[in-house]
């Protein structure tokens, strides 16, 4: 497991977008999954700012870890709304190199991945619970592989998704698809990057800390290439 600190969060920004631009950069398809959230935004704006234009980026494509689905409305849900409004859109990136997941075609999404050649690399985000992709704690087994969570997602569960989602009770979301353990430890690079003291006790049990279901980003330790990117404050714990 690698770790980088960077002095804030422009620093850290700018870290995750070069580990980006450094896998995108090659002369075969690149395969990514990337996060939304909070986060990423500055990263983004980077990324939009390198790759807008610059038709040696073609090669890349995007895949989608987890949907949380609008309840009022059709179409795509918050992880990529969040996306097209941060990257997809700016950077113009073809429709044709992102690849949404959603309730209609979570069952194939390893399948598809895998035929497409395997993720190079997924960017996560961790909650303060120690969740990434929609893998909140004790919930998810490591034998499956991306799934819908519906009848079985717990109140609090729906909870979390409310605040994603945003608004009252009646946008409660009543399930989500999400990558789940198996399909994100096959990626062949994994980045878990992290800001604010809000992220910091979390970084220090998750990365720190024994594997636990508890904690489930605590998994990733065990990966083979694994980097973790925090600024200051996110590391401040450690
Ligand atoms: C949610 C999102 C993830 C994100 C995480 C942390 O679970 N589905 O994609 O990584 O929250 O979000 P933030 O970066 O806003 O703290």
Do not use: W
């Not at 704006?45 to 987890?66: G, I, M, S």
């Not at 035929?115 to 690399?121: A, N």
């Not at 009543?174 to 198996?182: A, E, I, L, S, W």
């Amino acid at each position: 497991m690698k770790i980088i600190i960077e002095e804030n969060y422009e620093k850290m920004s700018r870290v995750a977008a070069n580990i980006l631009l450094g896998k995108m950069y090659q002369n075969k398809r690149v395969n990514l999954a990337i996060t939304a959230g909070s986060t990423p935004v500055k990263m983004y704006e980077y990324l939009v700012a390198d790759t807008k234009n610059k038709p040696y980026f073609d090669n890349v494509h995007y895949y989608n870890f987890d949907e949380i689905p609008f309840k009022q409305k059709q179409g795509y849900g918050v992880t990529m709304t969040n996306l097209n409004t941060l990257f997809f859109q700016p950077a113009e990136i073809p429709e044709s190199h992102i690849h949404p997941l959603d309730e209609n075609n979570y069952q194939s999404q390893d399948k598809r991945v895998e035929q497409d050649g395997g993720l190079d690399l997924i960017l996560l985000g961790i909650g303060t619970d120690g969740h990434y992709c929609g893998n909140l704690p004790g919930t998810t087994k490591f034998e499956n592989l991306t799934s819908y969570v519906g009848e079985d997602a717990t109140e609090h569960m729906k909870d979390i998704l409310l605040s994603e989602v945003g608004g009252d009770e009646n946008e409660r979301p009543d399930f989500y698809v999400t990558m789940v353990p198996k399909s994100v430890m096959q990626a062949k690079e994994i980045v878990l990057f992290a800001t604010g003291r809000k992220k910091a006790i979390i970084i220090k049990r998750a990365f720190f800390g024994p594997v636990t279901n508890e904690i489930p980003a605590s998994l990733l330790q065990t990966h083979p290439n694994v980097t973790i990117v925090l600024d200051q404050e996110a590391a401040s714990k450690l």
